[in-house]
């Protein structure tokens, strides 16, 4: 099953994430966020890691020169619904602190870590977003 893609987050959500969360020895979630442009949902699935009961992604987009759309889409509505397995949940996303990035990109990185061979990869700083449930 592909990580990004329709497939995943239609598998994900008709097993309640007994397809889909397990992915390639990590874990996925599924973001929704609000398109910038649109204003219709969009899903994405995503690897994530926890912080004291908090949900961390990183916008890396494979290393790309720039960010994925998802992230770009909270820049205008931070508030994003998350599906982790059966539990479906509202948060708030913010970026990590330039003080806490490093303690939380290495819990990224113990999920996945591909994540420095991207940031080598890109002169862009690559962000962990913090999922703060409300």
Same mark, same amino acid.
């Given at each position: 099953m592909p990580l990004h893609g329709p497939e995943h987050v239609e598998r994900y959500r008709a097993t309640?994430?007994?397809e889909g969360h397990d992915w390639q020895g990590t874990q996925t979630l599924l973001l929704?966020?609000?398109g910038r442009k649109t204003g219709e949902p969009r899903t994405t699935p995503l690897i994530y890691g926890q912080h004291n009961g908090d949900y961390l992604v990183v916008a890396s987009k494979g290393g790309s020169s720039t960010p994925p759309a998802w992230y770009r889409n909270l820049s205008e509505n931070p508030e994003v619904?998350?599906?982790?397995?059966?539990?479906r949940l509202?948060?708030? %996303?913010?970026?990590?602190s330039?003080? *806490?990035?490093? +303690?939380?990109?290495k819990?990224?990185? %113990?999920e996945w870590p591909a994540y420095? *061979?991207?940031? +080598?990869?890109?002169?862009?700083?690559?962000?962990?977003?913090?999922?703060?449930?409300?």
């Open positions: 309640e994430g007994d929704t966020t609000i619904e998350l599906q982790v397995k059966d539990s509202k948060a708030r %996303a913010r970026d990590a330039p003080e *806490e990035k490093p +303690e939380l990109w819990t990224m990185t %113990a420095d *061979e991207y940031q +080598e990869r890109t002169d862009r700083e690559i962000p962990v977003v913090v999922l703060e449930p409300v």
